[in-house]
């Protein structure tokens, strides 16, 4: 057995020993300056003239904007507005070079039969006599009659889309060519106000409801659907004052309001004060359902087409930008069919004048009696109104083709119903849900969804 050798012999003890002293001249002695003395930047200073500047560009750009969608805004609001009543029958004056005219061709054809016409029983040459008041003034029995329609209603029945009703109040006698811009300024005010309040509700409404939306990806969908709903009812009287001046006659003789602010003070003394311009039945209501719907079909109505448009379950405009801009334009057009009668009845029920307030002077041929609601608004239309426009005004020169041209009015189905007159505008609404379309699918910045307030 071998044995291992000891390692003791080979130790040898240090030479020196272990000393931590500090050397005498340190390099890098310490000081006594705070740790936190470092030098501090001066705050930015505001540059007045430059901030002044901007908010003018933003202004005025925002006012050329809105100034150049008005006159449509204006055409379809008055299309809307417009009462037009089914036993409107449009017949032009008949000269008395008409009226000798027709008696000899009765003559000529109907000799035989004046044998068995007692006399004075037969046609008279002159017109039966006008209906009078007990004033001594003629009472409007058709609102085609020229003679007893005021001066400041356009014709019922000329126009029938957005561009003729627009013809038709710049060449109309009152009006001119700044009537298409009437409510400019509370437009602009109107529209920059929601685009600036509507997010600020969102995000107090989503961090309220943060525990609860914790743990989705996104927020659900009611939250922005509630701020939309929100900031209208808080503009809404900005939007009653719109309506009001775009309606009313542009004659000062026969102005209701002068300006915004006069028609909102106006509004408040005689209307029933800030409860009644918010909480009105005929204001409330409407406004509720109209900016409900209007969010509805621009933020949730996408989302439940998208899935069946074949690009699978989970289309968004991240992954698949095409499939949501169609999914937005199929929505808006689907929308439209819900959005625009609630928005016509709004429209409506906003003319109409409540409280100790004077009948507003609009105009357009207004309905001569109250709507009570929402659903009689609805109601009315589709029962007393027709949707055949414009009523063309026919020469009839004898009996028999009076009776030919009554019986083919009587065919048309739009001379015995009043849905067209719930979808005036539907085609300017088109025309800008496709120029939105072209301006997403040409790319470049993200399209704004104001074409929804056109």
Request: proline content about 9%; charged content about 20%.
């Amino acid at each position: 057995m071998s044995s291992t050798p000891s390692l003791r012999d080979l130790y040898n003890p240090p030479l020196t020993q272990w000393a931590f002293v500090p050397p005498n001249n340190p390099t890098h002695p310490w000081t006594t300056r705070p740790a936190f003395d470092l030098p501090l930047r001066d705050p930015p200073s505001v540059n007045m003239p430059v901030l002044l500047r901007s908010l003018v560009a933003s202004a005025l750009l925002q006012y050329s904007s809105t100034a150049i969608a008005m006159p449509l805004e204006v055409g379809k609001l008055l299309l809307q507005i417009q009462w037009v009543p089914r036993d409107t029958i449009a017949t032009p004056p008949e000269t008395e070079e008409q009226v000798e005219e027709e008696e000899y061709l009765s003559d000529a054809s109907n000799e035989s039969e004046s044998y068995f016409i007692e006399p004075g029983v037969g046609p008279s040459k002159y017109p039966a006599p006008k209906l009078v008041d007990d004033t001594g003034y003629v009472i409007r029995t058709s609102v085609v009659e020229d003679g007893t329609r005021p001066e400041y209603i356009i014709p019922v029945g000329c126009a029938r889309s957005t561009w003729t009703m627009l013809n038709r109040l710049v060449s109309f006698q009152g009006e001119g060519w700044l009537a298409p811009w009437k409510g400019l300024l509370t437009t602009c005010i109107h529209d920059v106000l929601m685009f600036n309040i509507q997010p600020l509700v969102d995000s107090v409404l989503t961090s309220l409801f943060a525990s609860s939306t914790r743990g989705f990806y996104k927020p659900p969908l009611w939250l922005p659907i509630m701020s939309h709903v929100i900031t209208g009812f808080v503009l809404s009287p900005l939007d009653l004052v719109r309506t009001r001046l775009v309606a009313q006659s542009s004659i000062p003789r026969y102005k209701t309001y002068t300006g915004p602010l006069h028609a909102l003070s106006e509004i408040i003394s005689n209307e029933g004060g800030l409860r009644g311009v918010y909480f009105h039945p005929h204001l409330f209501i409407p406004t509720i359902l109209d900016t409900g719907l209007r969010a509805f079909t621009h933020i949730v109505l996408p989302s439940l087409i998208a899935p069946h448009l074949g690009f699978g379950p989970h289309v968004a405009p991240d992954s698949h930008p095409i499939a949501w801009t169609v999914a937005e334009v199929l929505a808006g057009c689907f929308g439209l069919l819900i959005t625009l009668p609630i928005e016509t009845v709004r429209r409506r029920l906003q003319v109409q004048t409540r409280g100790t307030a004077k009948s507003l002077r609009t105009c357009m041929e207004t309905r001569p009696v109250p709507y009570n609601g929402v659903v009689d608004v609805l109601w009315h239309i589709l029962t007393e109104e027709r949707s055949d426009l414009p009523i063309k005004r026919l020469r009839r020169r004898t009996a028999m083709a009076e009776r030919e041209v009554t019986e083919e009015e009587n065919e048309s189905w739009l001379r015995n119903t009043g849905v067209g007159q719930l979808y005036r505008g539907i085609g300017i609404r088109l025309l800008a849900i496709m120029i939105f379309t072209m301006g997403a699918l040409g790319g470049g910045e993200e399209v704004d969804s104001g074409w929804a307030e056109l």
